[in-house]
């Protein structure tokens, strides 16, 4: 069973930065694409970004294109999630996500897509 913990959340100014990271457990992270989401109070959970096996190709929500950046480390099973120019509207939770089934080079972008989830890190902006 994987297992998928957040890290790295907390309370930022609008315009500051902070990093996430997921450390995976369980499993063969280096055969899992890796996503983030996030969920606000009183909203669905959307797609944040995206990151393939060998963490060469990705894929990011308009919203944040420019300003988050996914990365990983499968030497350490991690996944980053590194953000910056933050805005009062990036306050959710963020949750990460594996995917470990076939095809295994879709980036998914919807939660149907990811097969194991973190419990999540609270990520608050404040303007």
């Known amino acids: 069973q994987v297992q998928l913990v957040e890290s790295g959340g907390g309370l930022v100014q609008a315009g500051g930065s902070l990093r996430l990271s997921c450390a995976a457990s369980g499993g063969t992270f280096s055969s899992y694409v890796m996503g983030w989401f996030r969920q606000a109070p009183g909203k669905d959970r959307e797609f944040v970004a995206a990151i393939n096996r060998s963490g060469g190709s990705t894929v990011y929500a308009d919203s944040v294109k420019g300003r988050f950046t996914i990365s990983r480390d499968n030497a350490k099973n991690t996944v980053y999630l590194e953000m910056n120019s933050l805005k009062p509207e990036d306050t959710a939770v963020y949750y990460c996500?594996?995917?470990?089934?076939?095809?295994?080079?879709?980036?998914?972008?919807?939660?149907?897509?990811?097969?194991?989830w973190g419990q999540g890190t609270q990520v608050t902006v404040s303007s």
């Open positions: 996500a594996a995917r470990d089934r076939t095809p295994r080079v879709v980036l998914a972008t919807t939660r149907g897509g990811y097969d194991y």
